[in-house]
Each structure stands twice: as C-alpha cells, then as structure tokens.
C-alpha cells in the first residue's frame, strides 16, 4: 500500500555487504543476525498502521508507505538461501496482515493487499538480484539499475492488482487507486530501501570523526529546517530552493547523505501536503495534493542520487588511479635500482677484458700473429659496446630516480651542434655522409646544460647517422621558437611510420631491428629524452615512410 518513511533501527546498524549471488552461507553481523527478520516484520506492522492512519489518500490506499522500503532493504541485506526467503517472506506477510487488521480493515481486503504487498516485496527483491546484483549504489549504473528494477517496474504488477481488486470489491476508482499506489510505493522502494542499502559500516565509520559528525549534523537539519518552512508555511511553490543543499549534502555526504535527505523531505513534503499544509495545499484538493508532491520528490529529488552515485565513482576511480600511480613509482625505483647495480657488476670485468684485450692486441702479453691481433681487436671492441652499455644503464637509472643533477646556465647552441658534428665526423660510419650545421637567426642561446645538451644532440646525431645515413646528408639546424630555442637533426634515410613513432622513446624499442646489422641497445632516445626533460625543455620527431626524419628539442631561450 503506500508508506510511513521512518528509518528502523535494526537496519541502521546494518553492514553485510552486497553480493552477486545469493542463497551462500550466511552473513555476519548487522541485519544479517537470526533476529532480523523478527525485527523486521515487526516494524514493517509498524509502519503499516502508521501509514494506514494517517496517510490513507485515494479511499484506502495510502499514500505514505514505508513498509515495502523497509522490507525490500532488509531482504536483500540479509538474504542466506531459500529457507531463509521463506521463512522471511513468512514473517513480512504476517506483519503486514496485523497491521491491517489493526487499523480495521476487513478480513478480505486484509488478504488482499498482502497478497498485493509481497507480490511487490518478492518482485523488487528478485529484480533488483537479477538486474543489480552487486547493490552497488556508488555507482551511476548500479543506482540506475535497482532504481528501474525494483522501484518503478516491481510495483506496477501490485498497483494494477489492488486496483483491480479495489474496483471489484468496492467499486473504487481504478486510475486513483493504481496511481496513489504506484507512486507512495515506488518512493517507498526508491528512498528507504536505497537508504538501507547505503547504510553500511564503512559508511558509519566517516562520521566517527567529529568534524564530519557535525558537518552531516548541520547540513541535515538545514535541510530538515527549510523543507519544514518551504512544505508546512509557505503556501507559494518553492520548493526548488532546497536543491542548493541537497546538491551540496551530495556533495559533501555522497550517498548515504541524500538518501537520508530524501527520507525528510519525502516525509515532509507529502506528509505535509496530505495535512493540508504547503504549497499545494490551496491549489489541490484530495489525492491531488499528495500526487504533486509525490511527483516533485520522484523527479526533482531522485535525480540527485545520481549525481551522489557519480561522484562516488569518481572518488572510487580516483582512488583506484592514486593506487596504480603508488605501485608504478614503486615498481619505476626497483626497475632503476636493478638497473644501476647491473651495470655497476658490468663495468668492472669488462675494464678487466678491454684492458687484457689492449695488452693482447699490442703483444705485450707475447708474440701474436695477424689473425690473433684481428680477434683481439674485435674483443676489444665488443667489451666497449657492452662498457657503453654499462654506462648507459647508469644514466637511466640516475635519470629515473632524480639522481642526474642538470646546472642550467646560457649555452650557446650553434656551437654546441658544431662540436657534436666534428665529434660525429670522426665515427666510422659517417663516412661519406655531409654533416651540415645551420644556425637561422642570431642569439641562439638556450638555458641549458652543456654537457647533457651535447650528450642528447650526439645521440640523435649518432641514430641519424646509423639509421639515416644512406640519406648521405645529416643536417643540423638551430633556430628560434617562441620563447626557445628548437634543435632540429634532420636525416633523409628511408623514415619512420605513425606506429613506430609513438614507441620511439621506449627503453630497450629497436623497433624490430634487433637482428639487424645495425648496433644498439635502444636506451638513448629514452634517455635523451629524460635528460631534455630535466631541463626544462621537450623532444618528439617528424617523419614519414621514406621521407627521412626530423628529431627536434625546445629549450627555454636564456
């Protein structure tokens, strides 16, 4: 029938968790204990003579209904298997029956509207365990769904079957009668059972501080204060002006917050309106009175919940993105410490190898012919790689962990891009390529350091040279950009795709070119672009499939 929204007790103290599959072992704690189906029954009897008394709108159907809430919340809470189903649904019916006998009502119609009472009760339950499954509130979807389930759809079957009955036993009209119903039940549903269902522990526990007590103190009886003043003295419509508050209770309380304001204001604005008070008293008579405030609740109100069930979403998201940020930093400081103790374990026996290689390949350990002088020389040469290696490492690792100190200071930047050229024109594989520098413009002077600037310039200019060195031309370019200064080392090898690019400056990506011919380890360009960084400046490339490449840095103009 339609309801009396007071909160009970024992669901207050309430915190099993919602699950997906019912019918398993049984629930600790709250509502969850033997007795809560006993205390249950008991306050739904309650709340029928309550509502029954005093809010009876369309002949005999009220339109405050509590009970249906309760039950629905209670139920769902605490389910632990069919016996239990049984036994519950048992009790519910049993109350609801005392109570109609109690307001007096007949043996038939006392039947018949507990008939119709635990068909929505069973309804709402089974549809919000088939559609919502987790009774996850705090989100947009899963307060949208048991929203749908179990207030509008599961008491539109009961609605249409009181009617029905209503119309045949006492000629009632069927229209008022099913709308008085629908709407005092699907507010019942809609505000106690979503209040119960957001009554947890952890919820509790937010308001043990002292500050947060006060503040849901304060913010609660605003509202409570003005929905008195706006639905019991005021005759003018104005009940938009309690929107500000309960957009900041769901601000600030999320969503057990305006559950519990949907309760009063659900409890004042229709309570008071069927007393004859408020702003729809004067304009409306009878069960009109009532269905407008009943219709301002459903869709000014409601909607609110959705944006409390928003913003715990984003809280849990956020949460969850805090979370992954801590173990990537974490996982970031063990990857560079791994780091930096391997390549310190390399760099001492392979000063070890070069140096028995030197002293080899020289014959100061004994005669040697050619070929032995040939093999000493490529050990030599492949312990300097694995050296390079070694320090490379080092300088991630120190990049990574903030070790790297930069000393910014005016660096003049054409003269840094000559002396990388003389430096790369000195390289084996540089043969045969026209190293170019051009500087656009004067005062090309960066805020930058030196040393690391020249160590990121030589490695681009040493890619553009393994990688873009068919081009025959590696040109590098200085000129101004804003307020900077852009280094530009341009290639006319064969370019890099749209996929290739977006993993240029991954540590350890060759880009498949591992097996090639070509030597490497892939950690320059992550490194550069961690020493670019570092100084205030950025990196990223140009290019296209067979129209070379452009690697370009910005620094800030000192």
Known sequence: MSRALEPLEPVVGADIPARARFGAGARPGGVGQPMAPVFTAMAVLVLVVLSLTFARSAGVVAALWGAAGVAVAVWLRTSRGPLYDLSFGGLIAAGIAAGELLVGNSTELTVMFTVANMLEIYLAVLLARRFAPTLNLASVQGACRFLLAAAVVAPIPAAAFAAGMLWWMTGADFLDSAQTWWFGHALSIAVLSSFGLALTKREIARYRAPARAIEAAVLLGGLTVLCYTVFSQQPLPIGFVTMPLLLLIAVRLRMLGVTAALVMITLLAVGGSMRGYGPYAVAFEGPDRALMAQLL???????????????????????????GQVRAERASEAKSRLLANVAHE?????????????????????????????????????????????????????????AVKVELRPTDVPGVLEDVRRATALRPDALGIRLDVISEGDGLVALADSQRLTQVIANLASNAVKYGGAGGVVVFR????????????????????????????????????????????????????????????????????????????????A
């Open 297 to 323: 609740v459903l869709f000014g109100y409601m909607p609110i919940m959705l944006v409390a069930a928003l913003l715990e979403e984003r809280d849990r998201f956020a949460d969850r993105a805090r979370l």
């Open 346 to 402: 390399i760099k001492s026996p392979v000063g070890g190898v070069i140096g028995i290689g030197e002293l080899w390949k020289a014959g100061q350990l004994g005669p040697v012919s050619a070929t032995q002088v040939e093999m000493a020389d490529m050990l030599v040469k492949t312990a300097r790689q694995v050296e390079a290696l070694a320090h490379d490492l080092l300088d991630v690792a120190r990049a990574e962990s903030g």
């Open 478 to 557: 200085a000129s101004k950009v804003y307020d900077g200064v852009r280094i530009e080392v341009i290639d006319r090898g064969g370019g890099l795709s749209v996929e290739k690019q977006t993993q240029l400056f991954e540590p350890f990506n060759r880009l498949g070119l591992e097996r090639s011919t070509v030597e490497g380890h892939g950690i320059g360009l992550a490194l550069a672009k961690r020493l670019v960084e570092l100084q205030g400046g950025s990196i990223g490339v140009t290019s296209a499939p067979g129209e070379g490449a452009t690697f370009w840095v910005e620094l800030p103009a």
